[in-house]
């Protein structure tokens, strides 16, 4: 039975393996340190309000996570949904749980007016689910001043 749950601090060693496993994905183009993957996940699982951690579970066994994290945008004119980041294990692929995810998703914040991701051109797999569910590629690039 596949479930999503918030995220839990006692969930940190299983989520915090995982997110490294994604940044050595193609689903990212760059690396980011363990002090900053382990302050995300604090954030996450409960120390930050802007940001919220889950969990997907298959028969009580953490299978994969995800980071939202909610903004009003003028584009829009209301709420939108950045999907941070979001995970499964290579076992769990293929069996419909990302679908199931979104899906809980879009139940779960139904007063959002756009759900916004990143995906790289290399994550192929991931883009045709994104793209099966809806969501459309926008015509900009990406600019950042980081700050750390």
């Not at 903004?71 to 949904?81: K, M």
Request: aromatic share 14%; hydrophobic share 40%; charged share 30%.
């Amino acid at each position: 039975m596949f479930a999503v749950r918030d995220m839990k601090l006692s969930d940190k060693e299983q989520v915090l393996s995982m997110v490294e496993e994604f940044y050595q994905s193609d689903a990212v183009d760059h690396a980011i340190s363990k002090e900053i993957r382990e302050r995300s996940f604090e954030a996450a699982a409960g120390s930050v309000p802007t940001i919220r951690g889950v969990v997907l579970v298959e028969e009580e066994q953490i299978v994969g996570y995800s980071y939202l994290t909610p903004f009003y945008s003028c584009e829009v004119g209301g709420v939108c949904l950045m999907i941070e980041e979001v995970f499964l294990k290579d076992v769990c692929r293929g069996k419909g749980y990302g679908t199931k995810f979104f899906e809980w998703m879009f139940r779960e914040y139904p007063d959002v007016v756009r759900f916004r991701l990143e995906v790289t051109d290399a994550n192929e797999g991931a883009a045709a689910l994104y793209k099966k569910l809806g969501f459309e590629y926008l015509d900009y690039r990406q600019m950042v001043l980081d700050r750390l």
